[in-house]
């Protein structure tokens, strides 16, 4: 059943699919971005792209002083000493473009992975590009034998499928 997002901004809307995938349309490489935050206290006190600040605006485009790899990045933030992962990804759905542009947010370490080859491919393709935003699944179990699943979001560009009409609802 549709909800209403308790989010404090009136356009919010949340579209409901029971598939795992949606056909969707690209603008080209402004529609995927990275930021790197880090909040605490009830505050965000780090905001930048891995190496330069974007905020606040006094430190904008100063180094920022985060580690080289996205593996040593993942591993300071889990640490408690970084910043982490905000993926954005600006899209239509390829079926109903006219319902106007969604963001798709994600805190996604495999997302962040991906978004360099992603951006690289968009620059290179014609735009509006079609692609398929999908959740897999992703299963494993710890070392302390604790079973962990979750969904994890991809885009694929290049590929897509129809979606039926009656597959999408929205909340608002």
Known sequence: ??????????????????????????????????????????????????????????????LCGCLASLADRKAAAQAGRGPTPEVRIG??????PGLG???????????AAELPALAAALDTAAVPVVGVLRYELVEFTTRSGIAVSYRRPVVEIGRTQVLAQDAVRLAA
């Open 1 to 62: 059943m549709p909800q209403l997002l308790d989010t404090g901004d009136e356009r919010v809307v949340e579209v409901l699919t029971c598939r795992d995938h949606i056909p969707v349309l690209l603008g080209g490489r402004g529609a995927v971005s990275l930021r790197m935050v880090m909040c605490g206290a009830g505050e965000t006190f780090h905001v930048c792209d891995g190496t330069r600040f974007l905020e606040p605006a006094g430190a904008r485009g100063s």
């Open 91 to 96: 899209f239509r759905l390829a079926d109903l």
């Open 101 to 111: 542009a969604f963001d798709l947010v994600s805190t996604s370490w495999e997302l």
